[in-house]
């Protein structure tokens, strides 16, 4: 079954504690994306990835990075996380450029930082 | 990416039709129209694609008139299932530059028993 798969769906931790947020998809796409949705914002992205370590930065990067040393990976990294990071996380990936083809959006992480 | 502009909610019962409509008066002529979906809690979901005219699949029919300043996404016979924001975005789907899907608001679509 073609799907994006991201772990953990539900974390809570302390700020400062650095976590890892993954991301796999088993459809051989060549673009993945990370986006955050807020109540009032939207959804937003915050990195995006066109290719194996090929990054760059969407709408909202600070406090965030990421790697791509596997077609199938993308995690995303807090290094030190803040309460503001406290978000809804979703991982996405394409065959092609996001608007060009069909994207496909993992289920979601719920982050808590306290 | 052209702007659109979409009803923020609407509501309707179980079995009938709902028409969503979306405005982009500014759309390009290599602009495409595209809609997806999104439960509560979970990921976008692609619903549908086109440019011109009437796309119809499994899951939904997309309208779109001549001048293309508009779009129509039908959904036939909701169910309680049916309940999510759907959002409505146009771009140019041959640029390859378009790293990012940008949604607007979108519309939260309630389905009443």
């Known amino acids: 079954e073609a799907q994006v798969t991201q772990n953990p769906r539900y974390l809570i931790t302390v700020t400062g504690k650095k976590l890892t947020v993954t991301c796999s998809q088993n459809?051989?796409?060549?673009?993945m994306s990370w986006y955050r949705q807020d109540p009032g914002l939207g959804l937003r992205q915050i990195y995006y990835?066109?290719?194996?370590?090929?990054?760059d930065k969407g709408d909202v990067p600070e406090g965030y990075k990421v790697s791509r040393k596997e077609k199938r990976n993308f995690p995303l990294i807090l290094e030190s996380p803040s309460p503001n990071q406290t978000s809804l996380y979703f991982c996405?990936?394409?065959?092609?450029?996001?608007?060009?083809?069909?994207?496909?959006f993992g289920q979601g992480t719920r982050l808590t930082v306290v | 990416l052209a702007k659109t502009t979409q009803p923020i909610s609407m509501d309707s019962y179980e079995g009938q039709e709902v028409n969503i409509t979306c405005s982009h008066n500014?759309?390009?002529?290599?602009?495409?129209i595209t809609w997806y979906q999104q439960f509560p809690s979970q990921g976008p979901r692609f619903i549908i694609q086109?440019?011109?005219t009437k796309v119809t699949n499994e899951v939904a029919s997309l309208f779109i008139p001549a001048d293309r300043k508009s779009s129509t996404l039908s959904l036939p016979r909701v169910s309680l299932s049916d309940t999510a924001v759907y959002y409505c975005?146009?771009?140019?789907?041959?640029?390859?530059?378009?790293?990012?899907?940008?949604f607007g608001s979108g519309t939260r679509l309630s389905i009443r028993p």
């Open positions: 996405a990936s394409s065959l092609g450029a996001p608007m060009n083809t069909e994207a496909f």
């Open positions: 459809m051989n796409h060549e673009y």
């Open positions: 990835s066109m290719n194996v370590e090929v990054t």
């Open positions: 500014n759309i390009a002529t290599n602009d495409y």
């Open positions: 086109g440019y011109k």
């Open positions: 975005l146009v771009g140019d789907i041959r640029d390859s530059s378009a790293s990012k899907i940008i």
